[in-house]
């Protein structure tokens, strides 16, 4: 694969680690850049957190998280050339924690939950799938009660609806990438 297929991991025990990811339509990688501020937020949460990178495409997101020492990531994508890469690249640097699943975002939510920590929400552009995806994510017993939910979309959309217990805590915009960070404040009683 040529270099533009590429991403390189930033830090955690596979820093500087360049790994290939699948050439498909729309597919587009969190940049660096990004992926830098994204984990600097969430730094304090990663060690040992559970996380579901759903829309995961070059799996950027996810690995980071794992090279940054969360206790595991499920990875969902419903291209088959995407998800074999994915598992490919898990035996390359032979993660711990790794679950590859294949399947549509919505689908999956749709089927028995198990809570994650951490959340990653960066589904293909001019879909329309965010605020469908965050209300199975509350409603469907997806997140823990102080999970993280990361949020990436086009600049030019407006911002998803948020359910009762959500408060953005860092925003920023990259290009044509608007990026958030949520977080979960679920009373238990």
Known sequence: MSGRNQIRIIAGEWRGRKLAFSDRPGLRPTPDRVRETLFNWLQP???????????????ALGWEALSRGAAGVVMVDNDSDVVNNLRNTGKQVAAQGLVVIR??????????????????????????????CIQQLEGGGWLTPHAWIYIESETRLPEPALPAGWQISRSNRAGQVSYNLAERHLHLA
């Open 103 to 132: 399947n549509q975002a919505l689908d999956y939510l749709a089927g028995p939950a198990e809570p994650f920590d951490i959340v990653f929400l960066d589904p293909p552009f001019h879909r329309n799938l965010l605020n469908g």
């Open 45 to 59: 949460v990663i060690p040992g957190a559970r996380c579901l990178d759903l829309f995961a495409g070059s799996g």
